[in-house]
């Protein structure tokens, strides 16, 4: 086996900690590669090249493999410089990458000349220099010019100047639901409505069945993540508040989801005629689970030889 010793150095690559520009993905590192005679290797077929492999480890002997990678380098009297990560862009999603495994914890590089047996030792500590690669993502931050991605920020006695852009929040817990945002104070209670879908009017429309019938037009479509999702009978708004009338005893109005009743409303008027609801109706659909479903209303008289009305009522659906 030839003997090898490696003198290295890490460059500080100025480009790696600049915080106004995208952080590369790749680590400028130097060596030289010596025989155990002290003379320079200079390639063992083809003069002047050597593919090497590093390897990045969690401890200084054995440990945990966390990154690896092969480059061929040009030596010129023994001396080389790469670009470590530089070939992260071929490999695979799922293999690691070198900004993760450096990930801000101790790490240690390792070299193997490709044909040898065993690696050069010992082992190098990466320095602090090559820890300006995670300056894209600060543990903490006095200043920030810009700050974004899918993670959480926390703000301790701090303020935030300038224009401040938040996305329309989708979940009870998403920032805009819990502070005071362009002069706004967002409650849950006030919560943007999360896909709501508002059907078309119903016109005046009647039955005369015992059977549960679809009212025309009040159908509304919504994908939903699995939350409770709330349903509304209202006005269409078209001047005329909705309401409900029969002519007969008694009436039934009920909400349906993909073509199953989930919940229904007996009224009754005694012997006579009324109109029995100049306002609303509500419920909460609390088992639609995630996916696409269609809500419908339906009605149906109580009595024989009797009808429901509906008038002016459109539905009304959307995701807590």
């Given amino acids: 086996m030839r003997a090898l010793v490696a003198a290295t150095l890490l460059l500080p690559a100025t480009a790696l900690a600049q915080a106004t520009v995208n952080v590369p993905q790749v680590l400028g590192y130097q060596g030289r590669l010596l025989k155990a005679d002290g003379s320079p290797v200079t390639g063992p077929e083809n003069p002047g090249q050597v593919n090497i492999i590093f390897r990045i480890y969690d401890q200084p002997v054995e440990g945990t493999l966390k990154w690896t990678e092969k480059q061929t380098v040009l030596l010129r009297n023994g001396f080389y410089a790469v670009f470590l990560g530089s070939e992260d862009s071929k490999k695979p999603n799922d293999e690691p990458k070198l900004f993760d495994a450096l990930g801000g ?12 047996s065993m690696p050069l030792t010992p082992r190098q500590q990466i320095g602090s220099v090559a820890y300006a690669f995670r300056s894209a993502h600060a543990a903490s931050a006095d200043t920030a010019a810009n700050v974004s991605g899918g993670g959480t920020v ?12 938040v ?3 989708t979940k009870p817990e998403h920032a805009a639901t819990r502070g005071y945002v362009d002069g706004k104070a967002f409650a849950r209670s006030n919560l ?16 005369g069945s015992q059977t549960l019938t679809d009212v025309a037009n009040l159908s509304v479509t919504l994908t939903t993540t699995g939350r409770p999702v709330i349903l509304i009978l209202q ?10 009338s029969m002519s007969g005893a008694a ?15 007996a ?12 306002a609303s109706l509500l419920a909460i659909d609390t088992q639609a689970g995630a996916g696409t479903h269609t809500w419908k209303v ?6 024989p030889n009797t009808s429901v009305y509906i008038s002016s009522a459109a539905l009304v659906a959307f995701e807590l």
Avoid: K, M
Wanted: aromatic letters at 10%; a negative charge; glycine letters at 14%.
């Fill in 105 to 116: 914890h101790p790490r240690w590089l390792e070299l193997q000349i490709e044909g040898d």
């Fill in 235 to 244: 006005s269409d708004n078209g001047g005329y508040d909705a309401n409900i």
């Fill in 267 to 278: 009224f009754s008027a005694g012997y006579s005629a009324q109109t029995i609801i100049p």
């Fill in 298 to 303: 339906r009605a149906a008289t109580g009595n």
């Fill in 192 to 207: 943007p409505a999360v896909g709501q879908q508002t059907s078309s009017s119903c016109g005046f429309w009647s039955t």
């Fill in 251 to 265: 009436a039934v109005i009920a909400f349906a989801r993909d073509g199953t009743t989930i919940g229904h409303w």
């Fill in 154 to 165: 926390t703000a301790t006695g701090g303020t935030f100047t300038g224009p401040v852009t």
């Fill in 167 to 169: 996305p329309t929040p």
